[in-house]
């Protein structure tokens, strides 16, 4: 009888298991939302807070829900959720978390966990649970639980579209990983919220996930300048020597970077000063800000015994250990509340304008396990998914309720994080991978800077330099190498000729931010967000150089060269291109082989395309100041396009207190173009002359 019963509650289990057809309800301009089972409160888009951007998510281009009626189903039982997409034949899918051996995600399996990135693919420090396709759609699993994908490799013998049967012992085609038609996930939770995002293009797809995030961040302008971080343990005169140094050898610098020594005490931290190396912090961030650089400070979460916050946190702690330190649980908001008082008073309170929050993301030998428990209730892995995230949200409330941007640092972060003001890096250093992060983040909603550290070659150095002053934060970390600008004199003036060319492009790279902020483009974007991309080469070349090459703004292609390379294969989108630097014609949109003289990247603009640019100043403008502007202007297209200004330091962008000028050339009967400005707002367009340079024909 008991055998019975058995069978029969197994029976009713696997019956209440059959998977169903997702129910979506529109939740945005373009945005459908399904719940399987019943999903958890706590979440990554609650912890990221972002509200979505209505009135902007409706001036997309109209786009129908991507999917087949009945084709999207899921299930949830014995306390986890399972969802099933469809996947069609040579359909590329993108996301799932920051890639740095892979752009394209198809054919992988992954757990989607919070790590320090170690070559395990889904370990990593953005394990967003975002995927975009090229069939111009994207899906958000938005659950902070470690979640399982299966990219086109789980079979189903209800598939609809099975791949042919073959016979090992006679088809040379048969195939050990055979593709399937389905993306397969599995959430360890009795329910999941997931939404999808129309396109119609996949760009318009990422627009719509970033504008639903609440926008992308928005700098403040000196964050686009340029930052070195010192030495792990120099002092306030080692600082200013630094400073001084940078000005000697005319590198620009508009903020500055103290790592743990600034502690009296790290891993754990104290968040208090250490007073041998800074007796006077007050007066160091003062009389940096005097010389217009600004100051940004290190930290990792986890609080040392015996310093002033250990002892309010210590309720508020989780119950293991990093570093002997406590781990303070930021989902009680007491915890939260003390914390930032205690920040407010020692940095912010004094002029700090920034902070590069470190050791959010693993490994697991490092972090608690998964076992540990949290004052709020929350599981462990919930706490893991979310903590940078969490700390980025509460760094970002602290400065704007100051009314000061910031423009910071993180290594973990995750889903919603578009609007926060931080840009990820590691501890890794290979060049390649660090340029497919930089590709693979623009389909997340996160960024990525793909820093400078040290070089084996002046030749290397030179590459890296190139790169990372067309990323979102041009940044040499020297916290343990000690590396300046200049520490490769054969090539000190080409690196000072890139420092400078960033801040040239200073006008151009404040107005693609304003476009992530205001209408959800990423300012840097991997190629196939890029009008044109889908019409030119191949399958195989497409998915080849989506790897190493990436879009910039809305006009500039960045085609890296690596140590030991003079030349390299481009594939460039549909139109005619033009060299960035002599205007000379490319060609048109397909497959070229470069090889630049000057040894200078390849960079590249597209027809019609306009470039803004300030001069090469050794600090941002200031507020109000007035700037000598270069417009160059690419081929022999009329043209218009949008230049974005305003204070360039506070939140009064978002009360209306900015300015988008027109930008337009026109052609005249013989071909001869022009330029003008329209619009100005003499508020915040403020130029003490504007050149125009027409270039290409």
């Excluded at 490994?363 to 892995?381: C, I, K, Y």
């Excluded at 909603?445 to 890296?464: A, D, M, N, Q």
């Excluded at 306009?610 to 200031?622: E, H």
Aim: with cysteine.
């Amino acid at each position: 009888m008991l055998r019975s019963l058995s069978i029969v509650a197994v029976l009713t289990a696997f019956a209440g298991a059959q998977d169903a057809s997702l129910k979506f309800r529109s939740v945005a301009p373009g945005v459908w939302a399904a719940d399987v089972g019943a999903p958890e409160p706590f979440s990554l888009l609650s912890v990221a807070g972002g509200s979505p951007m209505v009135a902007a998510m409706k001036a997309l281009p109209d786009a129908s829900f991507p999917f087949a009626k009945g084709s999207a189903r899921g299930w949830a039982r014995g306390g986890q959720s399972s969802l099933r997409f469809p996947l069609g034949a040579g359909e590329d899918v993108y996301g799932l978390g920051l890639g740095f051996k892979h752009v394209r995600r198809n054919r992988q399996i992954m757990t989607l966990h919070m790590d320090h990135w170690g070559a395990t693919p889904g370990r990593t420090h953005a394990p967003v649970p975002f995927w975009v396709s090229s069939q111009g759609y994207g899906v958000l699993v938005d659950s902070a639980r470690y979640v399982r994908v299966w990219v086109g490799t789980s079979l189903r013998k209800d598939a609809e579209d099975p791949p042919p049967l073959r016979d090992r012992n006679r088809d040379r085609n048969w195939q050990a990983h055979p593709r399937s038609d389905s993306i397969d996930i599995l959430v360890p939770a009795p329910g999941a919220r997931v939404y999808v995002f129309a396109g119609p293009t996949p760009l318009d797809a990422v627009r719509r996930f970033v504008l639903f995030s609440g926008g992308g961040a928005m700098p403040p302008r000196w964050g686009l300048g340029f930052t070195h971080r010192t030495p792990t343990r120099f002092t306030a005169k080692q600082i200013t020597a630094e400073v001084d140094a940078f000005d000697a050898h005319g590198f620009p610098l508009d903020f500055i970077g103290l790592e743990p020594g600034w502690h009296s005490a790290a891993y754990p931290c104290t968040f208090e000063w250490d007073r041998e190396r800074f007796p006077d912090p007050v007066g160091v961030v003062k009389a940096l800000l005097d010389r217009r650089v600004r100051v940004n400070l290190w930290m990792n979460p986890y609080v040392r015994p015996g310093c002033a916050l250990h002892k309010k946190l210590s309720p508020h702690a989780a119950s293991h250990l990093v570093w002997n330190g406590i781990i303070p649980d930021y989902e009680v908001p007491a915890a939260r509340e003390l914390f930032t008082t205690h920040l407010e008073k020692e940095t912010v309170g004094i002029g700090v304008s920034g902070f590069k929050i470190d050791e959010v993301d693993g490994f697991d030998s490092w972090l608690w396990p998964d076992v540990a428990r949290f004052p709020s209730g929350l599981a462990a892995e919930q706490i893991r998914q979310t903590y940078g995230l969490r700390l980025q949200v509460m760094m970002y409330d602290l400065f704007k309720k100051r009314d000061r941007r910031t423009w910071g640092l993180v290594r973990g972060t995750n889903a919603g994080a578009a609007r926060l003001p931080f840009v990820i890096y590691n501890d890794a250093y290979s060049h390649q991978d660090f340029i497919r992060a930089l590709c693979s983040s623009s389909f997340l909603g996160v960024l990525w800077t793909p820093e400078v550290r040290s070089s084996k070659t002046g030749e290397e150095w030179l590459r890296r330099m190139e790169t990372v002053c067309f990323s979102p934060m041009a940044m040499l970390n020297a916290w343990s190498s000690g590396t300046r600008p200049w520490s490769f004199p054969e090539v000190e003036d080409r690196v000072r000729e890139v420092a400078l060319l960033r801040m040239r492009l200073m006008p151009y790279l404040y107005t693609a931010f304003a476009e992530y902020r205001f209408r959800g483009v990423p300012p840097m974007r991997a190629m196939p967000l890029v009008d044109g991309w889908a019409d030119v080469g191949d399958a195989a070349t497409r998915r080849e150089r989506v790897q190493d090459q990436f879009f910039v703004g809305d006009a500039i292609l960045v085609a890296p060269l690596f140590a030991g390379e003079s030349k390299r294969s481009v594939l460039l989108p549909k139109g005619r291109w033009y060299d960035f630097y002599t205007g000379a014609l490319i060609g048109t949109g397909g497959v070229h082989e470069v090889a630049p003289k000057d040894g200078r990247m390849p960079v590249f603009v597209k027809e019609g395309g306009m470039v803004p640019l300030g001069p090469p100043l050794l600090r941002a403008p200031k507020p109000g100041e007035g700037i000598a502007l270069e417009i160059r202007h690419y081929g022999n297209h009329a043209s218009r396009r949008r230049l974005y200004s305003d204070d360039g330091e506070t939140f009064a962008f978002e009360r209306g207190e900015h300015g988008w000028a027109d930008l337009i050339v026109d052609l005249d009967e013989s071909g001869q173009r022009t330029g003008r400005i329209e619009n100005e707002d003499p508020r915040f367009h403020r130029y003490t002359s504007v050149t125009w340079r027409f270039l290409g024909r």
